[in-house]
């Protein structure tokens, strides 16, 4: 069993910064990569970001590339997204997601095995 808590999570002012940090516990040893998705009301969860464990790599997505960055943190089983420039359509709900690297691509939701319950971000204009 893993367990993911999201932290961080708050209300800015459009152009301000955020800093949200998922923490995982548990069975960390079938953790291959730790990856950021978010949803806003009304609409589908998408991918924002991932960091890939064996390979020490990471990957954002295009509509967050340039201001939102993703990184380990803590000397532990955790990661953390730094995001700079925030606009009212980053808000969302931002969720932390783990699981054992899979021949399914880092974007799509089905690759990975936990979830967080999510942290809050809200970008007023």
């Not at 002012?13 to 978010?38: E, K, N, P, Y």
């Not at 201001?67 to 359509?89: C, D, H, W, Y």
Request: with cysteine.
């Amino acid at each position: 069993q893993v367990q993911l808590v999201e932290s961080g999570g708050g209300l800015v002012q459009a152009g301000d910064s955020l800093r949200v940090t998922c923490v995982a516990s548990g069975h960390i040893f079938s953790i291959g990569r730790m990856a950021w998705f978010r949803r806003a009301p009304g609409k589908e969860r998408e991918f924002v970001a991932v960091y890939i464990w064996s390979n020490q790599s990471d990957y954002v997505a295009d509509s967050v590339r340039g201001r939102f960055t993703v990184s380990r943190t803590g000397g532990k089983v955790a990661i953390a997204l730094q995001m700079n420039n925030l606009k009212p359509e980053d808000t969302g709900v931002y969720y932390c997601a783990a699981g054992p690297n899979r021949e399914l691509h880092y974007s799509r939701e089905i690759a990975y095995t936990y979830w967080g319950q999510g942290t809050q971000v809200t970008v007023s204009s």
